[in-house]
């Protein structure tokens, strides 16, 4: 992992992920989701919903 290096700290260098890297990405976040325990975010969210839920923007 490439890191950036700043006056106190190192913070990760995040990229957009690949197309091939889609699914694998969903199936991290879906549960979570589902669960609507951790995050202000609907349920029912789907993966082909915009990134950004309209009620959240």
């Known amino acids: 992992m490439q890191a950036v290096q700043g006056p106190l700290l190192r913070l ?3 990229v957009p ?3 091939e890297q ?4 969903w199936a991290a976040l879906e549960p ?3 669960a609507g325990e951790e995050y202000a ?3 029912d969210w789907s993966r082909d919903a ?4 309209a009620a959240h923007a």
Request: charged residues 15%.
């Open 50 to 53: 915009p990134p950004v839920p």
């Open 22 to 25: 889609h699914d694998a990405i």
């Open 41 to 43: 975010l609907p349920r």
């Open 32 to 34: 979570v989701l589902r």
């Open 12 to 14: 990760p260098l995040i």
């Open 17 to 19: 992920a690949a197309a």
